[in-house]
């Protein structure tokens, strides 16, 4: 497209007075004359945005990741050691302030080593 395409007069009729205004650019999509929107520029800036009054504000979420984060911290757990009992399918209980740790991750870390252990001792044995 040549600049002299792009570069070219048009007239435009006014969404809201119907007026007519002269556009120099091929491209443009204004809608409204000069006269108009600095009425409603103005309009906006003292009853606030169009979008805002029509529409509530949004709702801040709090992510997934957060939540977990959270339930781990009141069980006395990290995100890692929450995030496994839950994959293990463990039922997660609070943790014992005496013991300082969780029962439930000390079983579930139990189990894991005890597995770990037959696993190197089955390899170990099978060269045999």
Not at 42 to 58: A, S, W
Request: aromatic residues 8%; hydrophobic residues 30%; charged residues 30%.
């Amino acid at each position: 497209m040549k600049i002299s395409e792009l570069v070219s007069e048009r007239v435009i009729t006014c969404e809201l007075c119907g007026r007519g205004f002269v556009v120099r650019n091929n491209l443009s999509r204004t809608k409204r004359c000069p006269e108009c929107a600095v009425v409603i520029r103005k309009g906006n800036k003292q009853e606030g945005f169009r979008h805002q009054q029509l529409f509530e504000p949004r709702k801040r979420r709090v992510s997934n990741l957060d939540t977990l984060v959270r339930e781990a911290k009141e069980y006395g757990l990290s995100y890692g050691q929450y995030v496994s009992m839950k994959a293990a399918g463990y039922k997660i209980t609070p943790r014992n302030r005496t013991e300082g740790i969780n029962p439930a991750w000390q079983e579930w870390k139990e189990k894991m080593y005890a597995t770990v252990a037959a696993c190197r001792a089955r390899a170990e044995n099978h060269g045999e």
